[in-house]
T-cell receptor
Framework: EAGVAQSPRYKIIEKRQSVAFWCNPISGHATLYWYQQILGQGPKLLIQFQNNGVVDDSQLPKDRFSAERLKGVDSTLKIQPAKLEDSAVYLC????????????FGPGTRLTVL | GNSVTQMEGPVTLSEEAFLTINCTYTATGYPSLFWYVQYPGEGLQLLLKATKADDKGSNKGFEATYRKETTSFHLEKGSVQVSDSAVYFCARMNNAGNMLTFGGGTRLMVKP
């Protein structure tokens, strides 16, 4: 079974530029999550989708971050404009359903903002 | 709110040493508890889990017991290997079963 796919694996941009990350969850998984993992810290949930609807985006900085999952399968996370403090690894995870109690993580995208 | 606290690293051990990484959580209800491992250059992988009090999760020689009375879920392994070198994250699920809260991670370095 293929795992969660993410691209790109690495991205370097300058502050005030825009960037987008892509995630393809495990086939059939209805729930998709985006996490931000700052160096030396645990992952922090940014947004959670159930199919193509947002379940929780309370920790998403909506002035600069946006995410969509239009067809309920793959998802994109965008930052516009980026700040230095956005440097982190962005992790995508998926699970079969809302209360499945297990999440499967992709390899992450490491973003460096200069 | 939900929170998870785990011991800060790095933890440096010699091969075949005994490992304990402490983890405590805030107790609102009976959350499912998890240990995830992140090997260098790889994504997070579920190592083990426990879904109710007194449950013991185990995998690859690692164990953790859900202790309701001490709100703890300490990770243990009797004999570590160099290949166990990684960052270990303790996590709890919220009561709705849809949101994970992670601890800050503990880096383990095992020397031959």
């Amino acid at each position: 079974e293929a795992g969660v796919a993410q691209s790109p694996r690495y991205k370097i941009i300058e502050k005030r530029q825009s960037v987008a990350f892509w995630c393809n969850p495990i086939s059939g998984h209805a729930t998709l999550y985006w996490y931000q993992q700052i160096l030396g810290q645990g992952p922090k949930l940014l947004i959670q989708f159930q199919n193509n609807g947002v379940v929780d985006d309370s920790q998403l900085p909506k002035d600069r971050f946006s995410a969509e999952r239009l067809k309920g399968v793959d998802s994109t996370l965008k930052i516009q404009p980026a700040k230095l403090e956005d440097s982190a690894v962005y992790l995508c995870a998926s699970s079969p359903g809302l209360a499945s109690h297990e999440q499967f993580f992709g390899p992450g995208t490491r973003l460096t903002v200069l | 709110g939900n929170s998870v606290t785990q011991m800060e690293g790095p933890v440096t051990l010699s091969e075949e040493a005994f490992l304990t990484i402490n983890c405590t959580y805030t107790a609102t209800g009976y959350p499912s508890l998890f240990w995830y491992v992140q090997y260098p250059g790889e994504g997070l992988q579920l190592l083990l889990k426990a879904t109710k009090a007194d449950d013991k999760g185990s995998n690859k020689g690692f164990e953790a017991t859900y202790r309701k009375e001490t709100t703890s879920f300490h990770l243990e392994k009797g004999s570590v290997q160099v290949s166990d070198s990684a960052v270990y994250f303790c996590a709890r699920m919220n009561n709705a079963g849809n949101m994970l809260t992670f601890g800050g991670g503990t880096r383990l370095m095992v020397k031959p």
